[in-house]
């Protein structure tokens, strides 16, 4: 049986976490970057790993654009 996954709460939550984590960045940006990685990621065949995906790649995208 497939368990829902809500996309906003996904968002939601990681834009709260990593607003914390990098508190130079403006939570705005983070949450867009977080919304973009979550929706590219919602239509893929596995769900479960959504989270941890789109937050690698925004770690990963600001981290580019600290240097």
């Not at 990593?18 to 990621?41: H, M, N, P, Q």
Request: no cysteine; glycine share 2%.
């Amino acid at each position: 049986m497939a368990t829902e996954i809500d996309h906003e709460e996904i968002i939601r939550q990681l834009t709260e976490k990593l607003s914390d984590k990098y508190s130079g960045v403006d939570s705005a940006r983070i949450g867009a970057l977080v919304r973009e990685e979550v929706s590219a990621l919602a239509e893929r065949p596995v769900q479960d790993y959504v989270t941890v995906l789109a937050e690698r790649a925004v770690k990963k995208s600001l981290k580019r654009s600290e240097k």
